[in-house]
């Protein structure tokens, strides 16, 4: 990401969040990320790990650093169609915020942000009525 991207992303989310819910980590790196904190509906707090190496070329990748189960009390599967898993890196879990086909170079790190908190509350309403999150969200592959 270039400058000027990074400049008008810092403008975006200085305007939609408060500064103390994410912080930009690693820029100067091959491996620069936006940690990112959600609150959900139900109050609880999730840690969101938005990779942008390659970002907004590539879609980015996106972890929940928080341990994620199924209404079961089971692991989260690492990839999995039904619960919109990807898989997972350093005990965090990959989730699927864009498809391939919806994905353009101009969607912003908010919007990536704002599918991330989508996620996270039907996966809330997972635990509450142990549905698959796929009833819940539709995929566009």
């Not at 975006?12 to 959900?40: E, H, Q």
């Not at 086909?101 to 919007?111: G, R």
């Amino acid at each position: 990401m270039d400058e000027q991207r990074l400049r008008a992303e810092k403008e975006v989310l200085s305007r939609k969040l408060p500064d103390n819910i994410y912080r930009f980590m690693d820029l100067d790196t091959a491996k620069p990320y936006i940690l990112m904190g959600a609150k959900t509906n139900c109050g609880n707090i999730y840690t969101i790990r938005i990779e942008l190496d390659e970002f907004p070329n590539i879609i980015p990748k996106v972890f929940v650093k928080n341990k994620l189960t199924l209404k079961s009390g089971e692991p989260l599967p690492e990839y999995s169609h039904a619960m919109h898993t990807l898989g997972s890196e350093n005990g965090m879990t990959r989730i699927c915020h864009y498809g391939d086909a919806e994905w353009t170079p101009l969607i912003s790190i908010y919007k990536v942000y704002v599918r991330c908190r989508l996620w996270l509350e039907v996966y809330e309403i997972h635990h509450q009525t142990g549905k698959d999150m796929a009833y819940y969200l539709k995929s566009a592959q």
